[in-house]
C-alpha cells in the first residue's frame, strides 16, 4: 500500500531532551515536506525536501533540523524542543510535479512539558 | 500577498442534504488548486486537484469543485452528503513557479452533519 508513515504517533517529551520523528514513503516520491499544524494558525511548513541532499526551510523553521539522506526517509529533529513545539505534525510526499498533490502520513501529536 | 480565504470556519448540514464548501485565493497567476479532508485523528487526504483544463473537476467520495477565475474562488461540492463526510477540510493554492511551488493553506471548515 503506498503510504507516508510516520513514527511515533504520540509524543510527550521534556524541554530540551533531543527527539526524532520519522517519516518514511514507499512511492519513490522526490519532494518531501514537514508542517506543523496548530489551532488557528492552520498548516505551516517547516522544511521540505526537492530530493536527495536537497533541503530547504519553509515558514517556521526555527527550532528544527531536518536530513535526507536516502529517498524513501525524511526525519525531523527537534534538538532541544521547547513548550512551544507542542503541535501535531504531519509529513507529506509528492512527486516533482507540483500540479500532484500531497500524500500525507497519519501526524504526531508532540506535547512539550 | 498570496493567500487562501474559507470562509466558513464552521458549517452543519442534515445528511442527505447538499454541501458547498467556499474557498477564495489571491494570486496572480494561473494556480494549482487543492481540496484535502481530515478526518478526526487522521492525516490529510486529497479530495481533487485543478491545474488546467476543465475548471468543473471530479474528485473521490462524490466530491466535486469548480473553478472559476473571474471570481478568484474553487468551491467544492457535494449533491448528498453522508454523515461518514463529517470532517476538517481544507483549500490550498500552489504558488510560485515550476516544480517547486508552494501551497498556501486555508484555515480550514469544520463540517458537522446532522442525522
Known amino acids: 500500500e503506498a503510504q507516508v508513515t510516520q513514527n511515533p504517533r504520540y509524543l510527550i517529551t521534556v524541554t530540551g531532551k533531543k527527539l526524532t520523528v520519522t517519516c518514511s514513503q514507499n512511492?519513490?516520491?522526490?519532494?518531501m515536506s514537514w508542517y506543523r499544524q496548530d489551532p488557528g494558525l492552520g498548516l505551516r511548513q517547516i522544511y521540505y525536501?526537492?530530493?536527495?541532499?536537497?533541503?530547504d526551510k519553509g515558514d517556521v523553521p526555527e527550532g528544527y533540523k531536518v536530513s535526507r539522506k536516502e529517498k524513501r526517509n525524511f526525519p525531523l529533529i527537534l534538538e532541544s524542543p521547547s513548550p512551544n513545539q507542542t503541535s501535531l505534525y504531519f509529513c507529506?510526499?509528492?512527486?516533482?510535479?507540483?500540479?500532484?498533490?500531497?500524500?500525507f502520513g497519519s501526524g504526531t501529536r508532540l506535547t512539550v512539558v | 500577498a498570496q493567500s487562501v480565504t474559507q470562509p466558513d470556519i464552521h458549517i452543519t448540514v442534515s445528511e442527505g442534504a447538499s454541501l458547498e464548501l467556499r474557498c477564495n485565493y489571491s494570486?496572480?497567476?494561473?494556480?494549482?488548486l487543492f481540496w484535502y479532508v481530515q478526518s478526526p485523528g487522521q492525516g490529510l487526504q486529497l479530495l481533487l486537484k485543478y491545474f488546467s483544463g476543465d475548471t468543473l473537476v471530479q474528485g473521490i467520495k462524490g466530491f466535486e469543485a469548480e473553478f472559476k477565475r473571474s471570481q478568484s474562488s474553487f468551491n467544492l461540492r457535494k449533491p448528498s452528503v453522508h454523515w461518514s463526510d463529517a470532517a476538517e477540510y481544507f483549500c490550498a493554492v500552489g504558488a510560485g513557479a515550476g516544480n517547486n511551488r508552494k501551497l498556501i493553506w486555508g484555515l480550514g471548515t469544520s463540517l458537522a452533519v446532522n442525522p
Open positions: 494570486y496572480g497567476a494561473t494556480p494549482y
Open positions: 525536501s526537492m530530493n536527495v541532499e536537497v533541503t
Open positions: 507529506a510526499s509528492r512527486l516533482q510535479r507540483a500540479g500532484d498533490g500531497y500524500t
Open positions: 512511492m519513490n516520491h522526490e519532494y
